[in-house]
């Protein structure tokens, strides 16, 4: 009978079904609930500061989503970046914020809000009940937190962000004892200020132990300037900074990079975001450490802890972080750090990682090869027996053979030896007699047993004169004598070998340069003298003094042409500077009346700026950058019209005397630079003289004296016979002293405690420029005549129109139309715009050559003119240029520099501008140009 398998019986399978069907809707009950509380996500908003690329927000950010795990706990993390660091935090900008996140969360339930730094927290203080009202809040990154700011406010707890700058100061000074000052940097924003407030507090204590200083509130290139001046017994610490003086923005990681890299002392911070950057660490306030905080305090909240009953934590995420690279670049010794300390950027180190493993496994190889090492001496110890037994016996046999081979070999060796030292003293006295260098056996009483032929050659000495003689006859003293014993011997009976460069006397009593080399004869036995190697080395030593000479002139024009690029630059900037100065000075005076008081003031302010600008002129003249605006001119009646200058300049007690040619003296000069010329002359010549009866006089005659051309940077020129006219400049001063004679026209060389060092440097470069020369005499305590040759002209100059009007004529042509202003620089686009706009036009800027490009193809049928600056950032003035010639080749353009035509290679543009005018330009200059350009367009 077989068995069954199932229980047939009715009422058994209902109830197994039924239990069957009550299963399967549990779990399927059990799946939606799960999915419906899955599907149910806690809303937590964050609202940060500042912007979320700054490294602070994103540590902070991290740390946070670390602890609370958003997509493990179903949490929904909404971010808000409140971004003041780069948009300031007015009313109006927060009453926008508040209407954005009113707008934005009013229909979504949030269950947490997480707030970090300042801003944030004042800003949820103040509207978390208008926002939120009774939702809790979790404060992070605030700084100098008080209980008295949670006052009248229910839900409120989180972490103070606490400065511990003590601490780090600690430590540092741990790590170098030998630190005297610090230097604290912090910027000038309200965070920076209550930074140094708070810091010079906590750091009173050091105050007669260390030097502790403040930088100030400095640019950046300043700031910069000022670390590379530091001494060694210097440290820096740099708390926070976002904007230098001149309110330029800097992220954390471009200033900790510019800071640390100028900086020649260690830079130690206080927050973790700048390691990594070249400090080299501290207790620095952690991002991270910040935000595992507030989530581990919104866990407690989210869990129904009240948040009343969760206290603030002060000096809780400070932690000790260090630098490797930084560790290793300053030669600081990991031992001496804390032992929590955590260090970035160390290199993978196998055993650090896995010690426990490595110690085993060596361990294991230890045994293993003991009990190996062990084994096999046994066996090779039993080898060696068995060995040893069967060569005693072989050896006994072989030793009489041996010995008695070995006595036939020794006397035929000795013979054999015998021959070959007959042999090699006969080789030996040919290497002596036909060797290119001298050869001397010297006594160890310094007299000569035997020289080879060179020596004769060398020292003009016979052989007879030389053996048997003391070498003392080759020095040129006896005090030289003494002293190459002094030195060579020692070395020499140490057995060491002597090698030096010494200049000998010859027979003739003429001097020549020789390199000696010398070794004892016997180590053994110092009695056999020394043999000297000698080599005449007179012209090897000429020509290293030829190219030492000529490195130094190398390095001297490479020096020279670092400081023509900077002139230029310097003077192009300074340009763009007082294009904006003139252009409002310009713009103010036009609005005024003429007969005003303050019309007279600001017609004083252009004129100063004019001559500020006068001095970027003369700048590039200097190097060779600038135009000269010539014209030929009469120099007895230049230095006329500069007397009275000249007088009010010198002091009183020096007595000035003009004793000018009787016929005029036509040269073709710019009388600008020539004046400022004389005005540097004059000024030197003053300042020479230290009595009370000090006396100047000026000169002017015909020359026709050779040119000298004196050695001047940046200028070169040809100087031949020609008809010059002379201005003689001559004074009763102290002179000229016959050290610096060779330097005082170089660029920043002077004399005087309160001198520029440009002053006679300017002046032969102007000169120089007019394809003039100078002379200079003078004689110590007596005084110095300097003599200005400028090449004359045999034209004499038109006769200048008289006019008869007392003022100018102030009407402003009116133009009409739309024109584009590309320039780089916001001041000069801004002045630029509104004289433009003065006379009529529209104006539509823009700050690089391609923007420029882009306006006239969406403004194409309208555009009249086009002004383009040739240095600007993606595309320059001349490119720009170029294609839009290409586009529209009847296109009215014009170009603007702070260099002159010649320095922008204006002449050899393929299709040239309509117009050319160099910054900074008056606002007439610029009405004359336009009104050539664009003839057509001039309302009448």
């Not at 009950?29 to 806690?42: K, N, P, V």
């Not at 300031?88 to 947490?112: F, M, Q």
Request: neutral net charge.
């Amino acid at each position: 009978m077989n068995t069954p398998i199932f229980n047939d019986r009715p009422g058994q399978n209902i109830r197994s079904t039924f239990l069957k069907s009550a299963v399967f809707f549990f779990l399927i009950l059990m799946i939606c609930q799960s999915q419906a509380l899955a599907g149910d996500s806690t809303h937590i908003l964050m609202i940060n500061s500042y912007h979320q690329s700054l490294a602070w927000e994103q540590d902070l950010f991290s740390g946070l989503q670390k602890e609370l795990q958003p997509e493990k706990n179903h949490i929904d993390l909404h971010v808000e970046n409140m971004d003041t660091k780069r948009i300031p935090y007015t009313e109006d900008y927060r009453d926008k914020l508040l209407a954005v996140y009113l707008h934005k969360y009013k229909h979504l339930k949030i269950k947490l809000i997480i707030v970090s730094d300042n801003n944030a927290f004042d800003f949820i203080r103040q509207y978390r009940d208008a926002l939120f009202p009774g939702i809790p809040v979790v404060f992070c990154g605030v700084n100098f937190f008080q209980d008295q700011l949670l006052d009248g406010l229910s839900g409120f707890t989180g972490i103070a962000e606490t400065v511990d700058a003590k601490t780090t100061l600690e430590i540092a000074l741990l790590l170098h004892p030998k630190t005297r000052n610090v230097l604290i940097i912090n910027d000038y924003l309200p965070t920076g200020k209550a930074w140094t407030n708070t810091l010079q507090k906590d750091l009173a204590a050091y105050a007669g132990k260390l030097n502790i200083s403040y930088a100030d509130d400095l640019p950046m290139g300043i700031l910069l300037e000022t670390l590379r001046n530091l001494s060694d017994d210097y440290i820096v610490i740099y708390g926070v900074f976002f904007r230098d003086q001149l309110n330029r923005f800097y992220s954390p990681q471009e200033s900790t990079s510019l800071i640390t890299r100028a900086s020649p002392v260690p830079v130690y911070g206080l927050l973790d975001f700048y390691l990594g950057h070249g400090i080299i660490g501290g207790n620095l306030i952690s991002g991270h450490f910040q935000g595992k905080a507030a989530g581990l305090i919104a866990k407690k909240i989210l869990s129904g802890i009240p948040p009343e009953n969760i206290p603030v934590l002060r000096n809780r995420s400070n932690q000790y972080m260090f630098d490797y690279e930084q560790l290793v670049r300053w030669q600081i010794n990991e031992k001496k750090l804390p032992l929590e300390s955590i260090i970035i950027n160390r290199p993978f180190s196998f055993y650090r990682e896995y010690t426990t493993f490595v110690w085993q496994v060596a361990f294991f190889f230890a045994i293993m090869g003991i009990v190996i090492i062990a084994l096999s001496i046994n066996i090779r110890r039993r080898n060696l027996a068995e060995q040893n037994l069967k060569r005693l016996h072989i050896t006994l046999e072989q030793k009489v053979k041996n010995r008695t081979r070995e006595l036939h070999k020794a006397m035929a060796f000795a013979e054999q030896t015998s021959q070959k030292l007959m042999v090699l003293s006969a080789e030996m006295q040919s290497i002596l007699d036909n060797s290119p260098i001298g050869i001397v056996f010297v006594t160890q009483d310094r007299l000569i047993r035997r020289v080879n032929h060179e020596v004769v050659k060398i020292s003009g000495f016979g052989y007879d004169e030389l053996i048997g003689g003391n070498t003392r006859r080759f020095h040129l003293t006896e005090q030289a004598y003494e002293a190459f014993g002094n030195t060579a011997y020692p070395v020499l009976m140490n057995q060491d070998t002597y090698e030096t460069d010494i200049q000998f006397k010859k027979k003739d009593g003429s001097l020549i340069w020789c390199h000696m080399r010398g070794r004892l004869i016997s180590e053994q036995d110092v009695t056999k003298g020394v043999i000297w190697i000698i080599e005449n080395i007179s012209q090897r030593m000429a020509a290293e003094k030829e190219k030492l000479a000529f490195v130094k002139e190398l390095e001297q024009a490479r020096r020279y042409k670092s400081l023509n690029v900077m002139a230029g630059a310097i003077a192009h900037h300074y340009n763009n500077i007082m294009m904006a100065v003139q252009g409002n000075i310009e713009l103010l005076q036009l609005l005024l009346p003429d007969d005003s008081d303050s019309h007279s003031l600001v017609s004083n302010a252009l004129s100063s700026a004019k001559k500020a600008s006068q001095i970027s002129r003369s700048m590039l003249t200097y190097v060779g950058q600038g135009n000269l605006d010539r014209q030929i001119t009469d120099l007895s009646t230049l230095i006329l019209e500069t007397e009275e200058l000249l007088r009010n300049t010198i002091r009183g007690t020096t007595d000035m005397t003009i004793c000018l040619d009787s016929s005029p003296l036509f040269c073709f000069i710019d009388p600008a630079q020539i004046k400022e010329v004389l005005l540097n002359l004059i000024l030197n010549a003053d300042e020479s003289i230290e009595a009370a009866n000090g006396r100047i006089s000026i000169r002017t005659f015909p020359s026709s004296a050779h040119g000298i051309d004196h050695a001047t940077p940046f200028r070169s020129s040809e100087f031949q016979k020609d008809d010059y006219v002379c201005c003689e400049i001559s004074d009763n001063g102290s002179g000229i002293d016959i050290e610096i004679a060779d330097k005082i026209l170089e660029p920043f060389f002077s004399t005087k405690f309160t001198g520029r060092g440009l002053g006679l440097s300017v002046v032969a470069g102007i000169i120089k420029a007019h394809n003039g020369t100078m002379e200079i005499k003078s004689t110590p305590k007596k005084g110095t005549r300097i003599s200005m040759l400028i090449p004359g002209a045999l034209v004499q100059p038109p006769a200048k129109t008289i006019s008869h009007s007392k003022k100018a004529d102030k009407k402003i042509p009116k133009f009409s139309g739309n024109i584009i202003l590309a320039d780089d620089d916001l001041q000069v686009r801004t002045i630029g715009q509104r004289l433009l706009e003065k006379l009529g036009f529209n104006v539509l800027l823009a700050s690089d050559g391609q923007e420029a490009i882009d306006l006239f193809k969406e403004n194409r049928e309208t555009i009249q003119l086009i002004i383009l600056d040739v240095t600007m950032p993606n595309k320059n003035g001349i490119t720009a240029l170029e294609e839009l010639r290409q586009m529209e080749p009847s296109l009215k353009i014009i170009l603007s520099s702070g260099y002159g035509q010649d320095q922008i290679g204006l002449g050899k543009i393929k299709d040239p501008p309509d117009a050319f005018i160099q910054k900074p330009f008056e606002f007439k200059d610029l009405i004359d140009i336009l009104t050539a350009v664009l003839k057509d367009n001039l309302s009448k």
